[in-house]
């Protein structure tokens, strides 16, 4: 909804999992309200486990969110950069969905989306949407997205890990260690191999 007393929401967006070489990418899209707090974020990879779940919680429970997964399979069919704008325009889809009843608990009548995207690329999205580098360490916004990504493959890569046992995917998520391209080598690639990425 637009009007001219539009209230101002930014959307942050970002991926986790654009350098392994297996499993899916994963993206978030946020928007925070205006008494998040902000002081427990930060990109999230540089913040611990345990305060990366912690964060997690309190965004869930107070952010509008969307997360979305694009699967290897896509990833080899389309490139990483093309799945991962994918993955955050699915993902905005999803906070889409959410955002009316979100923005009425919020006392929000109306509303104007402008987005942040970390990276020098912005997803396919119907408002106005900049790229920025390092975006993830600078927007509350894109912090909160950036959470919500890994969070959700890192749990996802774990979950594999009991699927898929002699690729030690819980430990690395599918990073391209020198132990996950040695097992590659030596057993052949797991079902959720990223079959174009080099090894």
């Known amino acids: 909804m637009i009007c001219t007393d539009s209230k101002i929401l930014v959307v942050g967006f970002d991926e986790a999992g654009r350098g392994p070489l297996a499993g899916p990418v994963s993206a978030a899209a946020v928007i925070l309200p205006d008494a998040f707090p902000v002081e427990i974020l930060n990109d999230s990879k540089k913040l611990s486990e345990k305060k990366r779940l912690a964060a997690e919680k309190i965004i869930k429970e107070k952010a509008c969110f969307g997360i979305a997964l694009v699967d290897h399979k896509k990833i080899d069919e389309i490139n990483i950069l093309e799945a991962s704008m994918l ?9 889409e969905i959410k955002l009316p009843k979100w923005c009425e608990q919020n006392k929000i009548t109306a509303w104007k989306l402008e987005g942040i995207t970390d ?17 993830d360490g600078k927007y509350p916004e894109v912090m909160a997205a950036s959470i919500l990504a890994k969070t959700c493959r890192d749990r996802l890569m774990c979950e594999l890990d009991k699927k898929y046992p002699a690729y ?22 797991s079902p959720i191999q990223r079959l174009t990425f080099k090894y």
Do not use: N, Q, W
């Open 87 to 95: 993955a955050m325009r699915l993902a905005f889809e999803e906070l």
């Open 119 to 135: 990276g020098t690329r912005s997803p396919a999205v119907d408002f106005e949407c900049r790229a920025e580098p390092k975006a």
């Open 168 to 189: 030690g995917y819980a430990k690395h998520k599918g990073y391209p260690t020198r132990e996950h391209k040695e097992i590659c080598r030596k057993l052949g690639p």
